[in-house]
């Protein structure tokens, strides 16, 4: 971690980020954009490499509505054989760097009825259903204790805040609880069926792990979900990788401006 640290501040002069954004799949534009200097996880010390379609694989630092913001473009899965505490180490690093609040966006499938692809729904709550957590194994408890709370994960006065800002721009968004899978398989009918009777409203394979070390380490999160596909059902068809993509691109100039939004009012 020192290693890590070190290497960061060395190279980005010493940038003190207080707001750290995850961005998902098909929503890594924001860095495209806003990028006073990247550094791909490849050239940093223990970090590693993204290889989904979609996703670059960088963090990017840049001042944005005069926040000091840190984003990575491009994130780690369970699903490519990363360990749990591998994927989230960026997460403790962040923490380490100074961040205070932890943005943390993903491509989503609908469970709930009400929601259609491009909609954007801010996580009130998680389910963790990917049989695992990224906190099994000796504690630090430099970072936070044992056995963590996780009554409020996604911070009850952030997704205040972002209705607030999704409202001033006259965007629409929904709120629900996110379920995650390990994938990389998309759900069965059946699946998506029981997924709905137990409470989950949107269905992805990130986020939870990210949300718990966030959590876990003192971090205020938000919780944003892109809608791509109502997820796998009898009436909807096959789903593809390039339809999760492809709903992602119609949603990302109102997911900008919201995430803009919400770092101006932050
Ligand atoms: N299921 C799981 N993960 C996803 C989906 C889905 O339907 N869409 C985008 N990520």
Request: aromatic share 8%; net charge negative; proline share 4%.
């Amino acid at each position: 971690m020192k290693k890590t640290v070190e290497f960061i501040n060395e190279k980005t002069n010493n940038f003190k980020p207080e707001i750290g954004i995850i961005l998902g799949s098909g929503l890594g534009e924001l860095a495209d954009e806003y990028c006073d200097y990247a550094l791909p996880y490849i050239e940093i010390p223990d970090f590693i490499k993204s290889t989904v379609q979609g996703h670059k694989g960088r963090l990017v630092f840049a001042e944005i509505e005069n926040k000091q913001v840190l984003m990575m473009q491009g994130r780690n899965h369970f699903y490519e054989g990363h360990s749990m505490q591998e994927i989230t180490y960026p997460v403790k690093v962040m923490k380490a760097l100074g961040v205070k609040t932890l943005i943390l966006t993903n491509a989503a499938g609908a469970v709930n009825e009400n929601f259609k692809p491009a909609d954007l729904m801010l996580i009130t709550d998680h389910i963790n259903n990917m049989c695992s957590n990224p906190l099994i194994g000796p504690n630090d408890e430099t970072f936070g204790e044992r056995f963590p709370d996780m009554t409020e994960v996604y911070k009850k006065s952030l997704i205040e805040l972002a209705e607030k800002c999704a409202e001033t721009l006259g965007i629409d968004v929904q709120k629900g609880v996110y379920w995650a899978n390990s994938g990389p398989s998309y759900e069965t009918p059946a699946e998506i069926k029981m997924i709905r009777l137990l409470g989950g409203d949107a269905v992805g394979m990130s986020t939870v792990p990210e949300a718990i070390i966030a959590n876990y380490c003192g971090l205020d999160v938000l919780g944003i979900s892109c809608i791509t596909n109502a997820a796998s059902s009898a009436t909807s068809g096959k789903l593809s990788h390039e339809e999760v993509i492809e709903a992602a691109n119609t949603a990302k100039i109102k997911f900008k401006s919201l995430i803009l939004e919400i770092i101006k009012n932050i």
